[in-house]
């Protein structure tokens, strides 16, 4: 079975579509086989990588995910759409299987800002959880649930919580920094998105921040991310393990 990376976030507007869109992308570009599955019925992943949304997320083929400008890369999506707020845990558990079939070196999901099926059918299956964060009370509270839901049952996921749409020059941010710390020792990422207009513009040109500004302070973030999961996971891509350059 493939790894799973999953971005799960209670709360909406925290980046976290806009996180896992860039990371799946800088993934890709190292070589890696990556799918993406979106399973907000919002299907804000789909429009981002330049698809719309379909009436059966459960059924629909995967695609092959290509911005314009780039070179073609081993990045997939399972689309999202509204049928998916009516899925059981069964159902979304069949759904996830799909992404095996395209024989993936890295499973990236998008999850709907609610503790519903979706999200803890992600957090079951994830090796590693990122919680994006806009600090504030409210996310504090999200951080608390999501990690509450992804170590159900024993379960030990690799954590991180990344602060999101953050002016490190805030009381703020200092706040939001010291609680994490004090709450969740070691799980605050070292990474920041930061509160940049090039992330939030990204979202108009339906792509990740990673192909819109690639030299970006988000772009950079998420590529040190990308290279903390690939560690972490212990993935690498089978250009590499067949001894090759990536």
């Known amino acids: 079975m493939s790894k799973v990376l999953s971005f799960i976030g209670a709360k909406g507007g925290t980046l976290k579509t806009a996180s896992a869109a860039a990371v799946a992308h800088v993934l890709s570009k190292t070589g890696l086989r990556v799918v993406m599955v979106d399973l907000d019925p919002q299907g804000d992943l789909t429009s981002r990588s330049g698809f719309s949304r379909v009436a059966d997320p459960l059924t629909a083929e995967p695609v092959s995910v290509r911005y314009e400008g780039e070179p073609e890369l081993p990045l997939w999506l399972l689309r999202g759409g509204r049928s998916m707020e009516a899925a059981d845990a069964d159902a979304i558990h069949r759904h996830l299987a799909r992404s095996q079939a395209l024989d993936p070196d890295l499973v990236v999901i998008d999850t709907p800002p609610a503790l519903g099926p979706a999200t803890r059918a ?20 999200r951080a608390h649930d999501v990690i509450s839901m992804a170590t159900e049952g024993g379960r ?8 999101t749409k953050a002016n490190v020059q805030t009381n703020l941010y200092r706040w939001m920094v010291e609680n994490v710390d004090e709450l969740y020792p070691k799980l605050r990422s070292r990474y920041v998105v930061p509160h940049e207009t090039s992330a939030a513009e990204s979202a108009v040109f339906d792509r990740p921040v990673t192909v819109s500004a690639p030299k970006s302070r988000s772009s950079q973030a998420y590529c040190d991310i990308a290279s ?4 972490r996971l212990g993935v690498e891509s089978r250009t590499i393990r067949r001894g090759g350059a990536s």
């Open 122 to 141: 992600a957090a079951a299956a994830a090796a590693f959880v990122i919680i994006p964060s806009e600090p504030g009370k409210e996310s504090l509270t």
């Open 156 to 163: 030990s996921p690799i954590i991180r919580i990344l602060l």
């Open 228 to 231: 903390e999961v690939i560690g």
